[in-house]
């Protein structure tokens, strides 16, 4: 069965300079669309999760919550608002696919790739990875965990979505670096749009886009 998925896009995009960057064009296209249309077709019903004014966001035909837990609390967050919807939602489905808003070139068959490492390495939770490193924004996480992070984020100090998988089995997905480019800075859609009008990601990684 295909899983629910959450979009995160959440933060505060302080690198972008403010402002939800996740609607910004890249070649005429907002960076969350070009997401939403790698992942459709892999999962059966999609969250939009951000603390913006979420007008802008239900265009894109999606349902829109902010954070569980109020107060910018960091990606961890969004993944717990994710599983919580998920299992109102979808309570037979077991696991979550998170991805960040501002990957827009996601492979298609990036939940076959992750269940299958989640499987293949008996893991608790699936992360993306390609030689330019981790994504743990994007992953198949179990939906059962929320009780859990919930906890954390509530009674610790744990906001680092890196230390808070430090204490499960994660396994990791390999895919290639143009597949998990991501946009951070203005800085980062210059070079695409200066490197890249046709598109391919290739160029994108060589103009120093992660």
């Excluded at 059966?44 to 913006?52: A, E, G, K, M």
């Excluded at 919807?85 to 068959?109: G, I, K």
């Excluded at 965990?145 to 499960?168: K, V």
């Excluded at 390999?174 to 597949?179: G, I, K, Q, V």
Aim: hydrophobic share 40%.
């Amino acid at each position: 069965m295909k899983p629910p998925s959450v979009i995160l896009a959440g933060g505060r995009s302080t690198r972008m300079g403010g402002g939800d960057k996740c609607l910004l064009p890249v070649a005429g296209t907002p960076l969350i669309a070009r997401v939403l249309t790698a992942i459709t077709p892999q999962t059966s019903d999609i969250l939009i999760n951000t603390n913006s004014d979420p007008r802008p966001f239900l265009k894109f035909g999606q349902p829109v919550l902010p954070d569980a837990i109020a107060g910018f609390q960091g990606p961890l967050a969004g993944i717990l608002t994710g599983m919580l919807w998920s299992r109102r939602r979808h309570p037979r489905q077991a696991h979550l696919l998170t991805v960040a808003s501002d990957v827009p070139f996601l492979p298609r068959d990036l939940v076959t790739l992750l269940s299958q490492s989640l499987a293949d390495q008996r893991a608790d939770i699936a992360i993306a990875s390609s030689p330019l490193g981790t994504q743990p924004t994007i992953g198949l996480w179990p939906v059962d965990l929320a009780d859990r992070l919930e906890h954390d984020l509530m009674e610790t100090n744990i906001r680092s979505l890196h230390q808070w998988i430090g204490g499960f089995r994660v396994a990791q997905a390999e895919f290639s670096s143009e597949a998990l480019v991501n946009f951070n800075t203005p800085a980062d859609l210059a070079a695409y749009h200066e490197n890249d009008a046709g598109g391919s990601a290739r160029r994108v990684v060589a103009a120093g886009v992660t």
